[in-house]
């Protein structure tokens, strides 16, 4: 079922928020992977970074690409629930 206000954008009532601490738990245990159920884009980003970085310092780069990962997942499911609430005309 959808609707549509008055700008014409179409509203999926049935669309979820993502969940923020699966979001972090799945980047903080997968890195660049975990980072998919936030970001695509930034999934595929850091797996590239990824390969790079633990090439050229033989896998210790990966205690710095962690936490990135973990960032931009925080970063992205704020983004995403934000403009889900926008999307269907919820303002806090």
Do not use: H
Not at 9 to 21: G, R, W
Not at 32 to 59: D, E, K, N, R
Not at 65 to 92: D, F, H, L, M
């Amino acid at each position: 079922m959808e609707y549509s206000d008055e700008s014409g954008k179409i509203i999926l009532p049935n669309s979820s928020e993502k969940n923020m601490i699966l979001s972090l738990v799945l980047a903080f245990f997968f890195g660049p992977i975990g980072l998919f159920y936030a970001s695509v884009t930034g999934g595929i980003v850091m797996i590239l970074v990824t390969i790079i970085v633990a090439i050229f310092t033989l896998g210790f780069g990966l205690f710095i690409i962690i936490p990135i990962c973990v960032v931009w997942a925080a970063i992205a499911t704020t983004r995403y629930n934000q403009r889900r609430k926008e999307s269907i005309g919820y303002y806090n």
